[in-house]
């Protein structure tokens, strides 16, 4: 059995056409993980711990029916991880044969959850490479990833700041508590996320002052909170600190984390940051200019020439994502059903109707399967004598019916009358 986390079209559609000759942007593999590496103090001497957190979101891994556990499905792939010193030796090298199961196989499921993985290593300070790579035999797909990593010294300096961890959930047990890692450091899905570090204090000082500072993408200060740390009753090494950070003000980005810790006599600062992207959307934030073009078959004009009148590129993805908001039919929701089937559909298009001259959502039938959906019924004449190739499509409860002529023999379909009808997500607005 294979699940895929990707929307398909209909089964309709997949029985009725062949793959098309797409782009070599669409011909991307899914990446089967996510991966951060972080730095902290540990009792080995003076090596530090470094801890390798590999997420492997189940939505982009092949599955088949465990021979041996009922109702369970399986994907299997291999997982390798390098360690690269400042001269390029390798001094770690581990290579697993790994697997996660489930026993859900619905789509949602699989697009919200994910199984970490996680190796601890114990580096002297100093400058290394870390290089992590995952292999799923059964469908040949590999995704590699290569890090710079700095292992700092933290058991003598007066005062340091442990590399900062971003906690999508955070939880307790019997006093103990539990935490949930934001590998991929995407906050876009959560109302709170948590700043996780240590403080490792290695002075008499019976008092430290922590500040934290968040800046979005034009170094704005968008987040400050202040928090004192205090041993009055006795010196504490390790110092766990958990902030809580609310996203609902954050506009779509990355954005840097700024933190300083200092006591009467000593001070140090650390550095992190954090993303907010958008899982909907077929393109990062960054490339607004395209995606405001991609609302050509929802939006008005007006409104299209709105967003493009912004003055940063900040304030049109603001502007960007209000239009979106306005269309939002749960707004007390973090899903936007209709964001989500559009962009489903832009994506659709991309895959099936691409060409290596022009994405799938700017061609004629990317532009009807956007507006209207799967077709109801489609007529393919590939091969007719005295006329050339074209199909058919039929909309039922739309009473509608668009006729596409490849005029070239190369598989580029264009509509015989073009539309003049409102788009039918006028419903939504």
């Not at 994910?114 to 035999?137: A, C, K, M, W």
């Amino acid at each position: 059995m294979r699940i895929f986390f990707t929307i398909l079209l209909s089964a309709l559609l997949l029985s009725l056409y062949p793959a098309p000759a797409v782009s070599q942007e669409f011909l991307r593999k899914p990446e089967l993980f996510n991966l951060d590496i972080l730095n902290f103090y540990s009792t080995e001497g003076t090596r530090s711990r470094v801890d390798v957190y590999v997420e492997i979101p189940l939505k982009n891994m092949e599955f088949k029916k465990s021979k041996t556990i009922k109702n369970t499905y399986i994907s299997k792939f291999d997982l390798n991880i390098d360690v690269k010193d400042k001269s390029g030796d390798i001094i770690y090298n581990n290579v697993s044969k790994e697997e996660v199961s489930t026993q859900q196989t619905g789509q949602e499921y699989l697009s919200q959850n994910s199984q970490i993985l996680t190796r601890n290593l114990f580096l002297p300070p100093g400058d290394y490479e870390v290089f992590v790579s995952v292999y799923e035999p059964s469908t040949k797909n590999k995704t590699e990833k290569t890090r710079e990593l700095k292992v700092e010294d933290y058991s003598t300096p007066p005062l340091s700041i442990s590399d900062v961890m971003i906690v999508s959930r955070l939880s307790s047990n019997d006093g103990k508590k539990i935490i949930t890692p934001d590998v991929g450091r995407n906050v876009a899905a959560i109302d709170t996320f948590y700043l996780f570090y240590y403080v490792y204090k290695n002075n008499d000082d019976e008092k430290v002052e922590l500040n934290c500072r968040i800046l979005d993408p034009e170094k704005k200060e968008v987040y400050t909170k202040t928090e004192v740390i205090d041993v009055s009753n006795g010196i504490s090494f390790q110092n766990q600190v958990f902030m809580p950070v609310p996203t609902a003000d954050f506009g779509y980005g990355k954005y840097t984390i700024e933190i300083t810790a200092a006591s009467n006599n000593y001070n140090s600062t650390t550095d992190s940051w954090f993303e907010n992207l958008s899982l909907d959307l077929p393109l990062p934030m960054k490339d607004i200019d395209v995606l405001v073009e991609q609302l050509q078959y929802i939006a008005k004009g007006d409104e299209m020439d709105y967003i493009r009148r912004a003055k940063t590129d900040v304030d049109k993805q603001k502007r960007f994502l209000d239009f979106w908001k306005k269309k939002d039919p749960s707004p007390n929701t973090k899903r936007n059903e209709v964001m989500q089937e559009y962009y489903r559909r832009i994506n659709a298009a991309n895959k099936f109707f691409g060409n290596v001259y022009t994405a799938g959502w700017r061609t004629d039938m990317g532009m009807v399967y956007i507006i209207f959906g799967e077709p109801n019924n489609i007529e393919r004449h590939p091969y007719e004598m005295d006329s050339k190739p074209y199909e058919v499509w039929e909309y039922y409860q739309d009473n509608k019916q668009f006729v596409f002529v490849d005029n070239t023999g190369f598989g580029d379909y264009r509509l015989v009358s073009p539309i003049w009808d409102t788009f039918r997500y006028e419903n939504y607005r």
